[in-house]
């Protein structure tokens, strides 16, 4: 969501120069029977006036759905609506001049018949930008927005990993709107740090109350996180760590700076993991006691280790096997024995105790700087990767950068390897 499919159909719409039908899935579904079949045949036959043209169909989803194999998976008129759409776009009484594009963020659940060659022919996938992708986005929304001349949109672009078009454009209007609160004449970093904040974690809860006890807990929780992820190889370097609570739960967080890859092997998943559970693990060490602090980051890891079991193949005992179902056709009944079942569980707890042994005893072993990193969060509540490198150094690990094509340099060689014939060394002008 958010990454600009329906943006690049309006693009399309400004540049064909021809007339663009423009609808929603969810508008061929009512609660009367045989409408949805009729509003399909209804565009059509508008779009065969107006040939040459475009339709446009967002959330295609909606009507698109695969159709059910039983009867409590059935619904008839949505499959009616459905089987209209499929001989309109490549049926007897076809005609020329019309294209079709859909917009959906559930490709997994369309019918195979929708997406088969003749009806629509090429899938576009459109991802999350990358750095540089991000960098371009921040340039577009920041043209009509009076920034400071040292804001750098290349760290703004480091700072937003994983956010979409529609996120990014979302920080620019909230720095904005920071700004203007503080009367000042631009947008500078400062602006931008808040606003990437709120957008992560929602509003800074200043009047929350929070006692000593909770907030130096809430601080040891941190540095853990911090201190795991600075000294595993293989975790994100740490951009940030906060005990500043936001949003309705958040009482505090560390953000990464995960990298910009599409490959994971099990000792990385496996100190993700270990990162992860950093939280709990310094509650335990400093406080003997474990609190509720942990739970989003206990569904995180249980999230990442089943999938390293049942769908990535990861483990001995289960084997290359993967049970992964995208479609969620299994809801019901799972594609393997209850024996297999236990198995897998005692598997997954297997690997999260592992991982849970040995951020205990990292953390243990760097028990120092976990209490310098809280001491230091308890006064200044926010650190950044610079003020982490102060108190206990430079990470042990270099980051390794990512190749990238356009800073290539492509050195051609002084002579060509063979001789070339004559008539190709001058060759004719065309």
Known sequence: ????????????????????????????????????????RDLFKQAREKAPCIIFIDEIDAIGRARGKNVMMSN????????????????????LGIIILAATN???????????????????????????????????????????????????????????????????????????????????????????????????????????????????????????????????????????PRGTAALGYAQYTPKEQYLYNTDQLTDQICMTLGGRAAEEIFFGKISTGASNDLQQI??????MVTVYGMNDKVGNISYYDPAQENYFTKPYSEETGKMIDQEVRNLIDRAYTKTKALLSEKRNEVEKLAKELLVKEVLFKSDVEALIGKRPFEEKKLLDIDEQEVVAPEEPPVSLPEELKNPPQI
């Open 1 to 40: 969501p958010g990454t600009g499919k329906t943006l690049l159909a309006k693009a399309v719409a400004g540049e064909a120069q021809v007339p663009f039908f423009s609808l929603s899935g969810s508008d061929f579904v009512e609660m009367f029977v045989g409408v949805g079949a009729s509003r399909v």
């Open 76 to 95: 008839d008129e949505r499959e009616n609506t459905l089987n209209q759409l499929l001989v309109e776009m490549d049926g007897f009484g076809t005609d």
């Open 106 to 244: 559930r490709p997994d659940v369309l019918d195979s018949a929708l997406l088969r060659p003749g009806r629509f022919d090429r899938q576009i996938s459109i991802d999350r930008p990358d750095l540089n992708g991000r960098e371009a986005i921040f340039k577009v929304h920041l043209g009509p927005i009076k920034t400071s001349q040292k804001l750098d949109i290349h760290k703004l672009a480091e700072q937003t990993p994983g956010f979409a078009g529609a996120d990014i454009a979302n920080v620019c209007n909230e720095a904005a709107l920071i700004a203007a609160r503080k009367n000042k004449e631009a947008v500078d970093m400062s602006d931008f740090q808040d606003a990437i904040d709120r957008v992560i974690g929602g509003l800074e809860k200043k009047n929350k109350i929070i006692s000593p006890e909770e907030k130096e807990i809430i601080a040891y929780h941190e540095a853990g996180h911090a201190i795991c992820g600075w000294f595993l190889e293989h975790a994100y370097p740490l951009l940030k760590v906060t005990i500043v």
């Open 302 to 307: 249980t999230k990442i280790a089943y999938s």
